[in-house]
């Protein structure tokens, strides 16, 4: 039946399906309109449900209910859903306890299969709706986007969390405020992302692992950065306690650097402008590759030293504060300039990197040292004396490790704790102090059972291993004052943990072998070196074991003594040395204190809150105490 217009506007209430799509006048005339036939179309109508019986809304039975927004949306059919995002797509986030934060190698599905989920979380981890309750956020044509501006942002979290507690104690890779320009490849980026991962407690570390191990493939481009990226892994996974991949880590570093050439002098300058930015990160990672080679080596039981037994011809590091600036590089200093500088006149000062490589060759060579089955008593002296000498010759200002605004030269930290260490490794198995822990198998870090066969079977002689004891004693005296100055290990490179707990295993032995009056001095020290492998042992796996060493052979050795010494207090006039003791007016001509003492300030004092001094006027050392007033 032909449909009538209407009286008001003269337009037919329905029109056909070719004049609604161009939204053009229709006289509905059936069985096809006017413009339909004159243009030879055909003309279709949607059929009218006017009139018709209305459908309930509910199925039978069913109960009235009013639908959340998630079930709205779950009622969504996925097949209307697809068209829209047939392109983005999400990770797919399973329920593994560290799977909020995204990865590029995390699996990927389609965004459909995951719409129906009430909510996501956030790339921050901080538990937040993933889309805030929208299906695409506001600014973002995809939900892919979305999900990779997240990812971008994790990244930049990570890398500054990699410049704040890492990069000062290995700084090979420009500056942080340089990184962005330095446009690094996908493998710097992915260890920098791994190691940031650490100081986190998203759990998300392993993730990231197989990111470093994805873009450091055999199909690696051969390059600097390449062996940039395996230096850092390679320390990292040390300090994580994963031996074998750490050693192979290295070794491609290793190998990858003499490939390039990276330890000839002429490396950075002609492949970089000389005083740039970049050819000091070249001349960074040559020297840091035989430090690393170094700390590892020993860590891991093997002694091949490739970089540190060739001839050093690549110039010497910059100081810190002028490598940060990014500009003003200095020409940089040789090798043999360092080492002639006992005989200058006017007492030059090289960086302090510099001194950090000379204190890490002598570790070397104390341990090559403890290696050797007839060490010669005049090799023994040599080594002594190269430990003695680099602390003589430092300039005043590199004494101290922190300036007067708290900042810590964390390349003489490190240069100081490694000649207190291997001043520790020399002197211990010589001394009177080794028998006395049981069980020095519990320390990784305990020097090897051939040093300790060959001291005893050489012919020392009782005032010589005393004096041995005491320069160990000393080393670790000084490795336990140095870290107090800077307790934040997680600040600190992981190549001082062995350090700590070396220290810790001296002050515990020296601890049963003086008397109980000066105990609680050095049970301490050990406290301390505990807490500081306790607070480590939370980001790195070797602190974790070098600290239940330490502690159960503490628990073993200390357990008596705390017991005994608990209430067991002397009198105040017998907690300080007798020439640092106030005179007593009463007897002309005394510089101590006695029972007669009238000082009313000095007796009201407990003296069980004083421990007696383990007094050493440091004869031994020629570094000078630390003054913490």
Known sequence: MPVRPTKESGLTPVACIDCRKQHLKCDAKRPSCSRCLRNGFVCQYIPSRRGGPRRSRR????????????????????????????NATIPDLSMQPDSHVLTPSTTTTPFSRRITSNSYPSAAGDGSPWLGGMLRPNGYSTTGEFANKCLLENDDRLRRLFYENFHASHPILVPSRLYSDQHYPPCIEAVVCFIGS???????TNEYKRRVLDDLGPHTERSTAAVQAWLLYAIVLNARKEAEEAQAALTQAIDLGLELGMNRNAFASTTYRECSVEAESMRRTWWELCIAEIHISFSLNTFNFRCS??????????????YNTGKDIPTPSAMLDFRRRILAADDPIFSSFSYRIDATMILCRVIVLNRIPDCHGDQVQAAENALVSWINHLPAKKLDIVDAYGNVDEMMFQAHLTIGYASMLLHLPRSDLQPVLERP?????????ACQQQVSSSSLCTSTRLVHSIKATEASRRVSDSISVCPNILKHSPFIIPALSLCGMIQLATSTVHSDECFDH????????????KSARRTWELAESTYQSLRSSAADLMSDSLERCQWNAAPLNQLMPTELAPADPSRPGSSGLDGNNNDPILNDLPPMFFDRACFNASFFTAVPDLNML
């Not at 650490?198 to 998300?204: A, E, L, P, W």
Request: net charge negative; aromatic share 6%.
């Open 198 to 204: 650490h100081y986190t407690s998203s759990g998300r």
């Open 59 to 86: 199925q039978p039975g069913s109960t009235h209910t009013i639908a959340t927004p998630q079930q709205s949306l779950s009622a969504i059919s996925s097949d209307a859903i697809q068209p829209a995002f047939e």
């Open 309 to 322: 037994s060739l001839a050093p011809e690549v110039g010497l590091p910059c100081e810190e504060s002028l």
């Open 522 to 533: 050095h049970c301490n020290r050990v406290n301390l070196i505990l807490g500081c492998l």
């Open 441 to 449: 198998e519990k320390s990784q870090f305990w020097p090897g059972s």
